[in-house]
């Protein structure tokens, strides 16, 4: 089965600084899609950037960027110029690639941003 | 509509009452999601409709669980004789299906449970 470890429950960012939240995992699958969703209080999940697992150069969404290292299964998000909004909740996930795959989540990290 | 829909937003109920969630997903997507969500935890996946049917129901905790999707669209989870530990976020998503697309799910707000 697939496992996701986030084993940093809290981080804190001053803010317009750089923060690095963790995640690693577990697969036998060579296919597959990693994920980071971020939760506000208002419980909604926003897929804050995506990376499928046969490309090699690492997902950028403006300031979101990750490192994917396949061969660890390891996969960390990167936050730059940290801004207050950015205070929420951040699940990593994983998800086989095809049909009938569930997404696998992380406990999630709760970030926080010092102003 | 535009987003996943889910209602009620809260629902308070008391122990051995029946309970139905709502899930309208977006338009054209074919998977339809169910999560459970408990306070400072990651969602735990309950159960996947493709269309109709039930890929996978293998984490629905018990029998007092069930969740239906009868025209391929609007799901309903059901949730027979609450007990306080059912209280939980549940999170409904939709994504395009098999293996469509970017493999992206689209959440909804969650439908709060309290049970007392």
């Known amino acids: 089965a697939q496992t996701v470890t986030q084993s940093q429950p809290e981080m804190s960012v001053q803010e317009a600084e750089t923060v690095t939240l963790s995640c690693t995992y577990d697969?036998?699958?060579?296919?597959?899609?990693l994920f980071w969703y971020k939760q506000p209080p208002s419980r909604q999940m926003i897929l804050v950037i995506r990376?499928?697992?046969?490309?090699?150069q690492n997902a950028t969404e403006n300031r979101f960027s990750v490192n994917f290292q396949k061969a660890a299964k390891s996969f960390s998000l990167k936050i730059s110029d940290s801004q207050l909004g950015d205070a929420a909740m951040y699940f990593c996930?994983?998800?086989?690639?095809?049909?009938?795959?569930?997404?696998?989540f992380g406990k999630g990290i709760t970030l926080s941003v010092r102003p | 509509g535009a987003g996943v829909s889910q209602t009620p937003s809260n629902k308070v109920t008391e122990k051995g009452k029946y309970v139905e969630l709502r899930c309208d997903p977006i338009?054209?997507?074919?998977?339809l999601y169910w999560y459970r969500q408990s306070l400072g935890q990651g969602p735990e996946f309950l159960i996947y409709?493709?269309?109709?049917?039930?890929?996978?129901d293998s984490g629905l905790p018990n029998d007092r669980f069930f969740a239906v999707r009868p025209e391929g669209s609007v799901s309903t989870l059901k949730i027979q004789r609450t007990e306080r530990g059912d209280s939980a976020v549940y999170l409904c998503?939709?994504?395009?299906?098999?293996?469509?697309?970017?493999?992206?799910?689209?959440f909804g707000e969650g439908s709060r449970l309290t049970v007392l």
């Open positions: 338009s054209g997507h074919t998977a």
């Open positions: 697969t036998s699958e060579s296919d597959y899609y």
């Open positions: 996930a994983y998800r086989r690639s095809g049909a009938n795959s569930k997404l696998t």
């Open positions: 998503a939709s994504s395009l299906g098999r293996g469509v697309g970017t493999g992206e799910l689209f």
């Open positions: 990376q499928e697992a046969y490309k090699q």
């Open positions: 409709f493709q269309g109709t049917g039930a890929a996978d």
